[in-house]
């Protein structure tokens, strides 16, 4: 057990977590592509080409190269969703493909930093249009994720507004930070990936959360705790009913959700533009 203890005397402080193979055991994104087959946005082909992708982003083997051109390949095949029928598909499969696939120990983690009286964010590259909804179910207080654009028809361009990346989010947690109050050396993070090293040492208690190998590497040498989650459950099983609906954060007001489609695949380049 974790000592998570507040000091509610002290400034406010806040615990941000990575989605995917941090909270989930799975890309949130990828998760949904038999749904968005089922809703005729995808093809047959699409669905086998993300299946693929999925295998390689939890085998923790896809390189730069191969990120790119899933990446672009993506991208181009959103283009032109209804972002109306992409929050209905989502709605309608979450609890079925989520709930199955959340950490035990993530759970007790959000409920633990509840308790103590610290925020819980949700920081992930996948698109709004899913982190939102299982930010929620998972009672998160706010949301960061990427954008994409929305057309004047209500669909996608397959343009990205704001990715929520490496980098970016370090500098969304700073801008929470000051628009909220956290204590930033108080305020604790956890991710799986080696690109999260700037959100981690943002603050005082990163942790290393089934980290990959560079993440392993950097943690050992840092001295970071790592932790290892592997216990899938049933969230509505497991956690009381959220304290409040969840928020959006600061970073991701003000425009149209992101693409379930797009997410962790793009590429460095592409997060030092957004």
Same mark, same amino acid.
Request: aromatic share 8%; proline share 4%; charged share 25%.
């Given at each position: 057990?974790?000592?998570?203890?507040?000091?509610?005397?002290?400034?406010?402080?806040?615990?941000?977590?990575?989605?995917?193979?941090?909270?989930?055991?799975?890309?949130?994104?990828?998760?949904?592509?038999?749904?968005?087959?089922?809703?005729?946005?995808?093809?047959?082909?699409?669905?086998?080409?993300?299946?693929?992708?999925?295998?390689?982003?939890?085998?923790?083997?896809?390189?730069?190269?191969?990120?790119?051109?899933?990446?672009?390949?993506?991208?181009?095949?959103?283009?032109?969703?209804?972002?109306?029928?992409?929050?209905?598909?989502?709605?309608?499969?979450?609890?079925?493909?989520?709930?199955?696939?959340?950490?035990?120990?993530?759970?007790? %983690?959000?409920?633990?930093?509840?308790? #103590?009286? +610290?925020? &819980? /964010?949700?920081?992930?590259?996948?698109?709004?249009?899913? @982190? !939102?909804?299982?930010?929620?179910? %998972?009672?998160?207080?706010?949301?960061? #994720?990427? +954008?994409? &654009? /929305?057309?004047?028809?209500?669909?996608?361009?397959?343009? @990205? !507004?704001?990715?929520?990346?490496?980098?970016?989010?370090?500098?969304?947690?700073?801008?929470?930070?000051?628009?909220?109050?956290?204590?930033?050396?108080?305020?604790?993070?956890?991710?799986?990936?080696?690109?999260?090293?700037?959100?981690?040492?943002?603050?005082?208690?990163?942790?290393?959360?089934?980290?990959?190998?560079?993440?392993?590497?950097?943690?050992?040498?840092?001295?970071?705790?790592?932790?290892?989650?592997?216990?899938?459950?049933?969230?509505?099983?497991?956690?009381?009913?959220?304290?409040?609906?969840?928020?959006?954060?600061?970073?991701?007001?003000?425009?149209?959700?992101?693409?379930?489609?797009?997410?962790?695949?793009?590429?460095?380049?592409?997060?030092?533009?957004?």
């Amino acid at each position: 057990m974790l000592n998570l203890v507040e000091n509610h005397s002290s400034p406010r402080t806040a615990a941000f977590f990575d989605l995917d193979k941090t909270v989930i055991a799975k890309s949130s994104t990828l998760t949904f592509s038999k749904s968005f087959y089922q809703g005729g946005l995808i093809n047959r082909r699409a669905v086998l080409r993300t299946a693929y992708a999925q295998f390689v982003f939890l085998a923790g083997g896809a390189d730069h190269d191969q990120m790119e051109r899933m990446r672009a390949y993506l991208s181009s095949l959103c283009r032109g969703w209804n972002v109306q029928q992409v929050k209905e598909i989502v709605a309608e499969t979450l609890h079925d493909l989520i709930d199955p696939i959340i950490y035990d120990e993530a759970a007790s %983690l959000i409920e633990e930093h509840h308790t #103590a009286g +610290r925020d &819980v /964010v949700i920081v992930s590259t996948s698109g709004a249009e899913v @982190v !939102e909804p299982i930010g929620e179910l %998972l009672g998160a207080d706010r949301v960061v #994720a990427t +954008r994409m &654009v /929305v057309g004047d028809d209500g669909c996608f361009t397959g343009e @990205v !507004e704001y990715y929520a990346y490496g980098p970016t989010k370090a500098e969304a947690i700073q801008e929470l930070a000051e628009s909220e109050g956290y204590d930033l050396e108080r305020c604790f993070a956890y991710s799986d990936s080696a690109t999260d090293v700037p959100m981690l040492e943002s603050v005082g208690h990163p942790y290393a959360v089934n980290p990959d190998r560079a993440l392993r590497r950097e943690a050992l040498a840092r001295g970071w705790p790592i932790l290892d989650f592997h216990r899938p459950v049933r969230l509505k099983q497991r956690l009381p009913a959220p304290r409040r609906p969840a928020l959006v954060a600061a970073a991701a007001v003000g425009a149209a959700a992101a693409t379930a489609g797009l997410v962790w695949f793009a590429s460095r380049r592409r997060a030092a533009a957004g």
